[in-house]
């Protein structure tokens, strides 16, 4: 690398940055706020890409956006900070490119920096004129400055709902997508809350919003790009034709992508972020907005719920299909409205999003839930033992129910990279913490420690503190497996 002082960065995960003050947290603790500035630095990073298996482990050079919210540092990363603000928000951007080679901030239809040169500062007011999720990236050289990491989410929501009606993500909604929020929380096939609703005995935010960013990093590619010499520029097509149609190669030696990432984690890493993995009661819909800053295309299957596409491409949807696996094009913008109804596996005599006529185990109480499961583990207890790096032993049984239902790509590629390596592909998931018929307690499902862990970080509850357990341990638990045969 020409550059010697580039940020090394271990995945952190991305920060979220409130616009103004007008908005309730996303159920996230760590959010920051900038009411006068967001100064944002064009610069270079080193990121320790994570994975469970020694074997796995590499480093990627990124080019990133770095950003202060009224002078404070938020944490770095690829991407950068997720944006959050009111329509009709405006706040003073300063950018400045610390790169060798000229460099943008780009939201289409909102803002645009135009090229920036190296070591200079543009100043510019970004005033927000649309709501629902967008991607802000670097529209220069395309996509090669976009694709090396220069890229994050910005979310808008409504100042106001519609007169007489709830809130939607979107002003204005279509009729049938204002119906649906509508019928959320007050139809008898939507029982539980409103997605403006909070609950305080669930430990439930308001406007539960979660975004999958999702990309792809090629360390070896990115690496060519950060080695050329000052003032070169990569050429695009050539950028593509390595990133997308590089010969397979077992050990890995070409410049296809190593990690498919959602929010710039993957495998693990992204099944357990409470920022990516949505955590609810039964009744309490979440809106996910997925954006594609990448090159290749997914396909995000969800398992426990079907969801509404509420919006395609800045299009509210007229009509909100009900799906359980949709097509994210490099740079879609896609919303999933999925309401954690019960799952339609459940056995119900009136069939699904029917009021419950419920049927009942041999045991004489009502399939849901599932108690039976609750005690039921795979593996079976003590069946699989691993080590952490300080020796101490973490049985990895896990309950059969409450189970993290997965969310992955059925574009096959890329769930597994390289050819096989679930680690490094994109999955995420959801998982149903209680029934909103059970009592007011804000979990009533059992809860295993590494789930327990996702809802301490996400809503500052220690659910049993000797249990936590930190992801950075969790890093060492699982032995690298032998040689490849
Ligand atoms: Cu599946």
């Known amino acids: 690398m020409n550059r010697r002082d580039f940020l090394k960065l271990s995945a952190a995960g991305v920060a979220t940055l409130i616009v103004g003050s007008r908005i309730p947290g996303m159920g996230i603790t760590d959010a920051f706020a900038a009411t006068q500035t967001i100064d944002i630095t064009i610069t270079d990073a080193l990121k320790d890409m994570v994975t469970h298996n020694s074997i796995n482990t590499a480093q990627c050079y990124f080019w990133i956006y770095k950003m202060k919210a009224d002078g404070v540092d938020l944490p770095a990363d690829c991407p950068g900070p997720t944006i959050v603000a009111v329509n009709g928000d405006s706040i003073t951007l300063n950018i400045k490119n610390d790169l060798d080679e000229p460099h943008s901030f780009f939201i289409p239809g909102m803002f645009d920096s135009g090229a920036i040169n190296p070591g200079q500062t543009v100043t510019k007011t970004l005033t927000i004129n649309q709501t629902g999720a967008f991607l802000y990236y670097d529209n220069l050289n395309e996509p090669v400055n976009r694709v090396?990491?220069?890229?994050?989410?910005?979310?808008?929501?409504?100042?106001?709902?519609?007169?007489?009606?709830?809130?939607?993500?979107?002003?204005?909604?279509?009729?049938?997508?204002?119906?649906?929020?509508?019928?959320?929380?007050?139809?008898?096939?939507?029982?539980?809350?409103?997605?403006?609703?909070?609950?305080?005995?669930?430990?439930?935010?308001?406007?539960?919003?979660?975004v999958w960013l999702t990309h792809q990093a090629s360390p070896a590619l990115f690496a060519e790009v950060g080695n050329l010499p000052p003032g070169q520029i990569y050429n695009p097509q050539t950028f593509m034709n390595a990133f997308l149609r590089d010969p397979f190669s077992p050990t890995r030696n070409n410049r296809i992508p190593q990690f498919f990432t959602i929010n710039g984690q993957s495998g693990f890493f992204s099944h357990f972020s409470p920022a990516i993995t949505p955590m609810g009661r039964i009744g309490e819909p979440v809106v996910v907005h997925i954006l594609n800053a990448g090159l290749w295309t997914h396909s995000m299957h969800l398992h426990c719920n079907h969801f509404f596409v509420t919006s395609v491409n800045g299009v509210v949807s007229d009509n909100p299909i009900w799906v359980d696996v949709y097509n994210v094009h490099p740079m879609d913008r896609v919303d999933?409205?999925?309401?954690?109804?019960?799952?339609?596996d459940i056995p119900n005599r009136r069939g699904i999003g029917r009021p419950d006529e419920p049927m009942t185990t041999i045991n004489g109480h009502p399939v849901y839930p599932p108690i039976e499961e609750f005690e039921v583990y795979m593996p079976a207890a003590g069946k699989s033992i691993a080590q952490t790096a300080s020796g101490a032993n973490v049985d990895l049984k896990q309950r059969m129910s409450p189970l993290c239902y997965p969310m992955h790509d059925h574009s096959e590629p890329?769930?597994?990279?390289?050819?096989?390596?679930?680690?490094?592909?994109?999955?995420?998931?959801?998982?149903?913490?209680?029934?909103?018929?059970?009592?007011?307690?804000?979990?009533?499902?059992?809860?295993?420690?590494?789930?327990?862990?996702?809802?301490?970080?996400?809503?500052?509850?220690?659910?049993?503190?000797?249990?936590?357990?930190?992801?950075?341990?969790?890093?060492?638990?699982?032995?690298?497996p032998g040689p490849r045969p």
Not at 157 to 164: D, E, F, I
Not at 336 to 344: D, E, G, I, K, L
Not at 414 to 436: E, P
Not at 440 to 466: K, L
């Open 148 to 210: 090396m990491g220069l890229h994050g989410a910005l979310v808008v929501r409504p100042s106001a709902a519609v007169l007489g009606h709830k809130f939607t993500p979107y002003d204005p909604p279509s009729t049938h997508v204002q119906n649906l929020f509508d019928d959320f929380g007050s139809s008898s096939h939507w029982p539980g809350l409103a997605w403006e609703e909070g609950d305080p005995n669930t430990s439930t935010p308001p406007f539960r919003t979660y």
């Open 336 to 344: 999933y409205t999925v309401p954690f109804m019960r799952s339609p």
């Open 414 to 480: 890329s769930q597994t990279a390289q050819g096989g390596n679930y680690n490094c592909g994109l999955i995420s998931g959801m998982y149903v913490t209680g029934d909103r018929n059970m009592g007011s307690s804000f979990m009533n499902f059992p809860m295993d420690e590494d789930f327990a862990m996702m809802f301490r970080n996400i809503r500052g509850i220690a659910i049993n503190p000797a249990q936590d357990v930190n992801v950075s341990d969790l890093r060492t638990v699982i032995p690298a």
